[in-house]
């Protein structure tokens, strides 16, 4: 099993940064991709991005490419997502995902049943 617990979440200004963790607990060695997903009230979950844990390849969904960076430390199990530029709509809970399948870093719109893990979601809100 794998335990995931996001912090960093909060309330920031539009065009404000935030840096969002995900601490990786219990069978580490077995994550090989990391996704982020958001949920804003009412919609659906929507995919964010993911990093490849071990070759540390990332990449991002459109609506925040520039602006958001995935990035990892193995030393420490954890995964960040850096967001600069935010706006209203990014406002949402953000969700971190593990997944030992390295096949799962190359969904490029997974709809979140393709990972095992989960982290109980941190809150951001961006004030506009």
């Known amino acids: 099993q794998v335990q995931l617990v996001e912090s960093g979440g909060g309330l920031v200004q539009a065009g404000g940064s935030l840096r969002l963790s995900c601490a990786a607990s219990?069978?580490?060695?077995?994550?090989?991709?990391v996704g982020w997903f958001r949920q804003a009230p009412g919609k659906e979950r929507e995919f964010v991005g993911a990093?490849?844990?071990?070759?540390?390849?990332?990449y991002c969904v459109n609506s925040v490419k520039g602006r958001f960076t995935i990035s990892r430390d193995n030393a420490k199990n954890t995964a960040y997502l850096q967001m600069n530029t935010l706006k209203s709509e990014d406002t949402a809970v953000y969700y971190c995902?593990?997944?030992?399948?390295?096949?799962?870093?190359?969904?490029?719109?997974?709809?979140?049943?393709?990972?095992?893990?989960w982290g109980q979601g941190t809150q951001v809100t961006v004030s506009s």
């Open positions: 995902a593990a997944d030992p399948s390295g096949a799962t870093y190359y969904y490029t719109n997974p709809k979140g049943y393709e990972y095992d893990y």
């Open positions: 219990g069978r580490t060695f077995s994550i090989i991709t």
């Open positions: 990093i490849n844990w071990r070759g540390g390849g990332t």
